[in-house]
């Protein structure tokens, strides 16, 4: 498994197969909304303290927090301020005991969502420009510890209940 560009370059020695997109989108621990009050807009959440994952800032094409605001409409917000992380696990960790909200990976945070250590306030998720991908090389395809890989990892995707996550259900992707 791979993450890579949405649109990969193509490799005659490869099978390349899309599994999943990823997004980014704010996360928060309950705590935060309690402390701060309802964060149900893009306004409200500009008030509230920012937690920042630097680990991917070296791709150029990552969202950041002023991407996602002026997405949501909201332009002027001071988006240096808050907490900033080199590593997306002490990020998340951070969001969980409601240090502020964060600007993550869907699917780095999903098991936080689902178990409701985190929710999202606002629902608009931003486009990450990459996706995880199944990369076997062409000639070992058939071998059948790589189609059950395969099939395994697709059936875990494809359990991912997103309709139980808070705030994932009125989910809106921008592009």
Aim: overall charge positive; proline content about 6%; some cysteine.
């Amino acid at each position: 498994m791979r993450n890579l560009p949405i649109d990969p370059r193509s490799d005659p020695t490869l099978v390349i197969e899309k599994l999943v997109e990823l997004s980014f989108v704010p996360v928060c621990s309950p705590r935060v909304i309690e402390r701060h009050g309802p964060l149900r807009t893009a306004k409200a959440l500009a008030r509230a303290p920012l937690i920042h994952d630097d680990t991917f800032t070296s791709r150029a094409a990552v969202p950041t927090w002023a991407d996602w605001f002026r997405a949501a409409g909201i332009e002027g917000v001071s988006v240096t301020r808050g907490l900033r992380f080199n590593s997306s696990d002490h990020a998340l960790d951070a969001a969980s005991e409601g240090a502020g909200v964060l600007l993550a990976h869907d699917l780095l945070a999903y098991d936080d969502l689902r178990t409701g250590r985190l929710i999202i306030p606002v629902a608009l998720a931003l486009p990450s420009g990459r996706a995880y991908y199944l990369v076997r090389a062409s000639g070992r395809r058939d071998r059948p510890q790589v189609r059950a890989f395969g099939r395994w990892i697709k059936e875990e995707l494809g359990a991912l209940d997103w309709t139980s996550i808070r705030g994932a259900a009125r989910l809106r992707r921008m592009s």
